[in-house]
Structures are given as C-alpha cells and as structure tokens.
C-alpha cells in the first residue's frame, strides 16, 4: 500500500488529505474479497463491495470507494505489464492496422482533419500498449490508456474523449471488436470555463487593425457566428445575397444550418468575391483542377470542382498537392492565417484578454443575448446540439449584471 500512497503523492492525483481514505478503502475491498493486495480482480468482485458499502455508506464514501479501487488497479496492471521490444512482426501488424483505419476513415467519408486526429491517437495507443500486437488488444488495454491519460497526462475531459472515439473506431471498425465495458475508467474532470467575450466597441477596436480578406473573415465570424472551419471552407453557393441567408454546410457533427448574413458587410463581400471570380478564372485558363468535392462528388460530376458555384470562398493565395487525390488544385485559406492576425490585431488594439477567433463566436451569442433574443434562436444560428451548451453565455451576458451593484458601492 505504500507505494500506492507513494504514486498518489508524486503525480498529486487527489488531495493529500484524501490519502488515508483511498488508502483505507483498497485495504477494505480486499479484507472483503479475502485476497492478498497485488491479487487479480474482477469487476463483479468491485459490483459486489460497492453494494455491500450501499447498505451503510454515503453516495460520495461509494463514489471515492470505486475511484480508489480503480486507481490502485491500473497501477497494479501498468507494474506488472509486460517488457521488452517490439518485434518486427509486431510493429508490421500494427502498421497494417493503420493502413486500414485511413482506408475505413475514407470509407466512412471522414474530413482530413478527423483522419489526422484519429491516426494521431492510433500512434499514440500503439507506444502505449508497447509489445502487445493488435490482435491481442483487449478492453483492458483501451481502459488502461484511458485511465493512463486522466491520471498521468492529466488531459482535459474532451481530449479524453477525442481519444476514446478514435481508438472505438479502431476497434469496431478495423479490429472488428465490441467495446461494452468502461464502467471503471478513470474519467478526466470536466470543468466549466467561461468564454471570453469581447464588447462591441473592443469588437470593432479589433476590425480597425485587420484588413482585406482576413478583416472579411473576422466580419463574417462575428457577424454570423461562425466557427473559423465553417468560415474557410464556405463556397460561393452557401451565400444567399437576396435571402441575407448564409448556409454552414456540415458543420461540427455534420450537420448543415442557416444564419444570418449582415447587411452591413454584402458590398464588401461582393467585392471580395469578384477578385476570387479572377483567381478562378485564371485557374481555368490554367488547366487546373477543380476544387476539392465532397461526399465522392468528384466521382459523380468530374467537373463539378471547376464550376463557380462551388468554388471557395476563401482561397488560398496559392496552390497545392491534395494529400488524398495528389492532384494540384486550389484549397482554402490555412486556418492559422487568421489566427495569429486576429491575435496581432488585439495586441494593437490594447485589449487585454486572451482573443482568439473563437472569441468572436462568444461574442456573437453574447450581444444577441443582451438584445433580448430568444435563447433557442440563438442555439440553432450557433449550430449547438443542445441548448445547455448555449446556457453558457447567460453567465456572460451583460443584461444579467444590470441592476446589481456591489455592497462596497452601497
């Protein structure tokens, strides 16, 4: 037990007065099974303890039980785990494993940057499991890397997640493995953050040191309540001049939605896209090939990619070699452009706060907030799968505050 007690001090994973109780409770649950400390279990055994402490314990006395116990068994695992080097056997399985999982994603018709995070997590997994060869992974190991990364790695609740949903793919999809049993996983905290939020003149503070296409951009996120990926992959259809409608077209859980396109920003808007109109039409005369399709489109209508109506809104200035076709064509703007010159733009500006491009999205729902709009309107413009996702902002919202002073004032 000592070197328990020990490893919980060291990586600091409770508080150090809480020490003596999981201690305690790890000491209790084997008295109980009448085992040795250091002695396999199984998980019924665990079921078995915490229904016995239900009759005389509190929720939480349970709660801490089960964490303890849960602790000291991934401990115990990783101790006793097995050594050694990989073979070249091994590492030819697990490169094969990843061979199919780019093969399944692409399938399942996954976006890039979903291929890149998944394959991200598979290495990762892979180092993890050490010299274990794919067909022999178990729940226990996806338990223990899961655990691994709350308790070690202490990453946030969604990066723990992201994780999980990579390596389920993995094992439903290429392994051809169920996984039903997670129940004694070590999950990460989540802890609520406020957004950041910017007022309307630091809003406008900030449009004074941005221009051109970036400064268009920034206008069209804030203004519509964008996500900067929705933002640079818009195409010249999903923007309805008539209407005052722009269309996100599958948008964070593929979903497609509707917003509002600003009045105030349609001119500059139809100027930008007749400079974009040029660049096409340079491409044309180029011989270039057409944008990137989705959903196996290019398969169906193989000039589809070379019509106007589905060219980018934002294209980048130059081209480049699709990663998936190995063609060269015309992608939309890099992410990071915006990025670091919305930062440079707020340190010009004298804003002190942690800007970001995701920062105007919060405004955005924040100022419509204060107008007094409907919160359900304004979870569907912002595309939220649930409204307890948009509650958020009424902790932000300025209306709330009004009418409330300090005692100090008083």
């Not at 998980?43 to 009759?55: N, Y």
């Not at 097995?82 to 994603?105: I, Q, Y």
């Not at 109506?309 to 064509?329: E, G």
């Not at 992608?331 to 500006?349: M, R």
Request: charged share 30%.
């Amino acid at each position: 037990m000592k070197q328990f007690k020990d490893y919980l001090t060291v990586k600091r994973i409770v508080p150090e007065i809480k020490l003596p109780y999981y201690v305690s409770w790890v000491s209790k649950f084997y008295a109980f099974c009448d085992k040795t400390p250091g002695d396999e279990i199984s998980s019924s055994e665990v079921d078995r303890f915490l229904k016995h402490m239900a009759k005389s314990r509190e929720d939480w006395q349970i709660k801490q039980a089960k964490e303890a116990i849960e602790l000291y068994g991934f401990i115990n695992r990783r101790a006793s785990g097995p050594l050694g080097n990989r073979t070249m056997e091994s590492d030819k399985k697990w490169k094969s494993v990843a061979e199919e999982t780019v093969r399944m994603l692409r399938l399942k018709q996954r976006s890039l940057s979903t291929e890149k995070t998944y394959m991200g997590w598979l290495r990762d997994f892979y180092r993890f499991c050490n010299t274990t060869p794919p067909h022999a992974l178990e729940e226990s190991h996806l338990r223990d890397y899961l655990t691994h990364l709350a308790v070690n790695r202490k990453v946030a609740a969604a990066t723990q997640t992201q994780a999980f949903n990579a390596l389920l793919f993995v094992f439903r999809h290429v392994l051809d493995k169920e996984i039903r049993n997670l129940h004694d996983v070590i999950r990460a905290q989540r802890k609520r953050r406020l957004p950041v939020v910017l007022t309307k003149q630091e809003v406008f503070r900030l449009f004074e040191h941005l221009n051109e296409t970036n400064l268009i951009m920034a206008q069209l996120i804030y203004g519509c309540g964008l996500r900067l990926s929705e933002c640079i992959k818009l195409r010249t259809k999903d923007i309805d001049f008539e209407q005052n409608v722009l269309t996100v077209r599958s948008g964070k859980g593929d979903k497609d939605r509707q917003t509002v396109l600003p009045e105030s920003i349609k001119d500059d808007l139809r100027e930008h896209l007749h400079r974009v109109q040029d660049i096409y039409e340079k491409d044309l005369n180029d011989d270039i090939a057409g944008v990137y399709l989705p959903n196996a489109l290019e398969r169906k209508y193989p000039n589809a990619g070379k019509e106007w109506i589905w060219q980018w809104v934002f294209p980048s200035k130059s081209l480049s070699v699709d990663p998936r076709a190995r063609k060269i064509r015309r992608h939309h703007v890099h992410q990071n452009t915006l990025q670091k010159k919305i930062k440079q733009a707020a340190l010009k500006a004298g804003i002190h706060k942690k800007v970001t491009v995701h920062t105007l999205r919060h405004s955005f729902a924040t100022h419509l907030l204060e107008k007094g709009y409907d919160i359900r309107t304004i979870q569907e413009l912002l595309g939220h799968a649930s409204v307890q996702t948009t509650m958020i902002y009424t902790h932000v919202a300025g209306k709330n505050k009004l009418g409330v002073r300090s005692p100090l004032d008083l």
